[in-house]
């Protein structure tokens, strides 16, 4: 099984900062199967990244992905208020299908 | 506008088994892997499975002996049995459609709280 260790758990930052999260695999993702998801309280997550680096269909440019092997990074250019949430990376390059613990971006 | 309804029973007793079914409304139903989803209060999400139109299945190792997945093509229905249950799997249960070869889930139920307690 691949296990994913998301850090850092919590990110605290204003609206207009950078954020920086980073999903690294304890075995190799087959062909970039890595994927981003941001869920908000109450709510289903949120595609934002599939192939480590594709943005979903309707996902603002501020997002982006990379990475590949083991060590992923989604980043957020400039927060948005909207942005703070709690984001989960996901693989499907080898079952079972896993997901990472999620890093909460909160605001300081 | 494809949509994911899901419903069963949301309180259970230790020892029961947890029964869901997710109907998927418009789009195709053989395209994709339809899949269950949990996600405990206040933690993370945990992949239970999935199922495809012809009934091929893959199970969590962790939650293997105790889960069966089921479809009914001609209602275009998935279903979620989980035997023996105790207070560990309290969660929230999602539907979810699975797109086949990029594997990512693009699709949501609104999910169930299923409390197990005495």
């Known amino acids: 099984e691949i296990v994913l260790t998301q850090s850092p758990g919590t990110l605290s930052l204003s609206p207009g900062e950078r954020a920086t999260l980073s999903c690294r695999a304890s075995q190799s993702v087959r062909s970039s199967y890595l994927v981003w998801y941001q869920q908000k309280p109450g709510q289903a997550p949120r595609l934002l990244i599939y192939g480590a680096s594709s943005r979903a269909t309707g996902i603002p440019d501020r997002f982006s992905g990379s990475g590949s092997g083991t060590d992923f990074t989604l980043t957020i250019s400039r927060l948005e208020p909207e942005d703070f949430a709690v984001y989960y990376c996901?693989?499907?390059?080898?079952?079972?299908?896993?997901f990472g613990g999620g890093t909460k971006v909160e605001i300081k | 506008q494809v949509q994911l309804q899901q419903w069963g029973a949301g309180l259970l007793k230790p020892s029961e088994t947890l029964s869901l079914t997710c109907a998927v409304y418009g789009g195709s139903f053989s395209a994709y892997y339809w899949t269950w989803i949990r996600q405990p209060p206040g933690k993370g999400l945990e992949w239970i499975g999935e199922i495809n139109h012809s009934g091929s299945t893959n199970y969590n190792p962790s939650l293997k002996s105790r889960v069966t997945i089921s479809v009914d093509t001609s209602k275009n229905q998935f279903s979620l049995k989980l035997s023996s249950v105790t207070a560990a799997d309290t969660a929230v249960y999602s539907c979810?459609?699975?797109?086949?070869?990029?594997?990512?889930?693009?699709?949501w139920g609104r999910g169930t709280l299923v409390t197990v307690s005495s």
């Open positions: 996901q693989q499907y390059g080898s079952s079972p299908l896993t």
């Open positions: 979810a459609r699975l797109l086949t070869g990029d594997w990512y889930f693009d699709l």
